[in-house]
């Protein structure tokens, strides 16, 4: 079960706030004065827990404040597909139907913290600027090519390329060059597995030929990418122009 804070706050000045307009390229001052009139509500989301639930009717939208979540649909109790996932910046809530009901599980990864916004409050001030609906759109575009890339790992690339695949998509999603880095990575290979559409143990054989090959330092929630550039090239990475997040999203 979440926990509620005390009582709602204004978004101005507040993490949500500049997690929310980082995402959203190109606000102007009057734009970043509208958010300030949102509201929101904290909550905090055990790991393991639900953010949201498939087919459940989206009025809320929630800004991951802290914290890692997937967004993934179940198959049957012991197999899942995990979509994708969801870093601090990231908002919940965006992938509904025609009814406007989740398309897919959100679940916590690790302790989450979120701010609940109202869906109808964020659209009324669409309407009143430009750039926060561009901003809506940019956050609608970012997860239609994250569904894309997640297509074509799944369908075209072999076990091998997958991986790196993943391993770099999570590193651009925090690291802002291509040079050598390391970032949060609170993924087990069980969750990479769900992921990749691979068993436990071919993501392990690819794990361990990569950290033979000196490209890669994996430990329990850390990541390190020795050469980005030729891991990139291997698998033909494209850069989106969706990655880079605010700073300072390290997980829980």
């Not at 869906?119 to 750039?131: D, Y």
């Not at 590193?171 to 291509?178: C, D, I, L, Y």
Request: charged share 25%; proline share 3%; aromatic share 6%.
């Amino acid at each position: 079960m979440t926990e509620q804070f005390a009582h709602p706050h204004h978004f101005q000045k507040d993490r949500p706030a500049e997690l929310l307009g980082n995402s959203m390229p190109g606000l102007t001052d009057q734009d970043w004065l509208l958010l300030g009139g949102l509201r929101s509500v904290h909550r905090f989301v055990g790991r393991g827990r639900h953010l949201l639930n498939e087919n459940e009717d989206v009025t809320m939208l929630k800004v991951i404040c802290k914290g890692w979540a997937v967004r993934c649909s179940a198959i049957d109790k012991d197999r899942r597909q995990i979509l994708d996932f969801l870093l601090p910046g990231d908002v919940v809530g965006l992938n509904v139907d025609g009814r406007g009901q989740a398309l897919s599980d959100v679940i916590a990864l690790t302790p989450c913290e979120v701010a609940e916004v109202d869906q109808t409050a964020l659209h009324r001030l669409s309407s009143q600027s430009s750039g926060i609906t561009d901003g809506i759109q940019y956050l609608l575009k970012r997860n239609i090519a994250r569904t894309c890339d997640q297509a074509v790992r799944l369908g075209r690339m072999t076990a091998y390329e997958r991986v790196v695949s993943l391993f770099l998509d999570i590193f651009f999603r925090q690291h802002s060059t291509m040079s050598e880095g390391t970032v949060d990575f609170p993924i087990t290979q069980t969750v990479a597995a769900d992921a990749l559409g691979l068993s436990v143990v071919h993501v392990n054989r690819q794990v361990m030929r990569l950290r033979r090959e000196g490209e890669v330092a994996l430990t329990r929630r850390q990541l390190t990418l020795f050469d980005p550039v030729r891991l990139s090239e291997t698998v033909g990475y494209r850069d989106r122009g969706f990655n880079n997040l605010p700073s300072a999203i390290a997980a829980e």
